[in-house]
């Protein structure tokens, strides 16, 4: 079963249509980028895919669930964390951890237990129990992360997840990226940094919200013959005729 399935899916906003008959699928535990330049569809694309937005037309298919018929139950089965952070300041971690659980319907004990593990495996023994106000940027991604996968997702939808970040803190998220899909969550990322974009196994890239480009780093580099995700991501982007 694919994680993620588009076809055709379109939205319009009156007479301006901000996704243009898009299609593309996502394997299970594939890490997929979903790249444009601002005001390219991608954000409506997403909402479209997390069952908050109807399309206009198409077909979309979310953790084998109908994005017009079953958007709740894809809302049960995806995690989602953006570029604005979406924690409780005024929680410590744990309790960040322990709140989202009990939204997601998990039993007190797993919640301990997940939230045991959680900690030892990012190493936060020593902010487990600061308000999530106090921490640095880079705890705070990685807090966030842990949030949004918590209930073991299908789908993992990650918007600019590393905006602002330093590339240490940037490296370390990506390692979280990667566990992630080894234990078969589905990670579909947004960036704007194209070093990231070459982490991915997979990247579509849109313009005016159409798919222009859809394949492996290598694939694309390839097709457009240069030597990095920025160039192939900069010879589509001159081609953009709207803006945000």
């Known amino acids: 079963m694919k994680a993620i399935e588009a076809y055709e899916l379109t939205k319009t906003f009156g007479n301006f249509t901000a ?3 898009i299609t593309f699928d996502v394997d ?3 890490i997929f980028g979903f790249l444009g330049a601002n005001g390219a569809g991608k954000t409506t694309a997403m909402r479209m895919l997390c069952g908050l937005l109807n399309p206009t037309s198409g077909k979309g298919r979310v ?3 109908d994005i017009y018929k079953e958007s709740e139950k894809i809302k049960k089965n995806i995690g989602y964390m953006s570029q604005k952070f979406s924690l409780y300041e005024d929680l410590t971690a744990t309790e960040n951890l322990e709140l989202f659980g009990g ?3 998990m039993s007190r004990k797993t919640i301990k237990e997940e939230s045991e593990k959680v900690i030892s495996e990012l190493n936060l023994h020593t902010e487990k129990d600061m308000l999530v106000s106090s921490l640095p940027l880079g705890i705070k991604q990685k807090v966030s992360f842990a949030v949004s996968t918590f ?7 990650l918007d600019e997840p590393t905006g602002g970040v330093d590339p240490m803190a940037r490296r370390t998220f990506w390692e979280m990226i990667y566990r ?3 234990n078969g969550i589905t990670a579909f990322v947004t960036t704007h940094y194209m070093d990231e974009a070459e982490y991915c196994n997979r990247i579509s890239i849109m313009v005016d919200g159409r798919i222009e480009a859809l394949g492996s780093p290598s694939e694309l580099k390839s097709r457009f013959n240069v030597g990095s995700m920025d160039e192939v991501f900069q010879s589509l982007a ?3 005729k ?3």
């Open 19 to 21: 996704v243009d008959h």
């Open 238 to 240: 001159r081609q953009a």
């Open 103 to 105: 939204i997601y319907g």
């Open 242 to 244: 709207r803006g945000e």
């Open 63 to 65: 953790a084998g669930f």
């Open 180 to 182: 992630a899909a080894d």
């Open 151 to 157: 209930h073991n997702p299908k789908v993992v939808f």
């Open 28 to 30: 299970q535990g594939e």
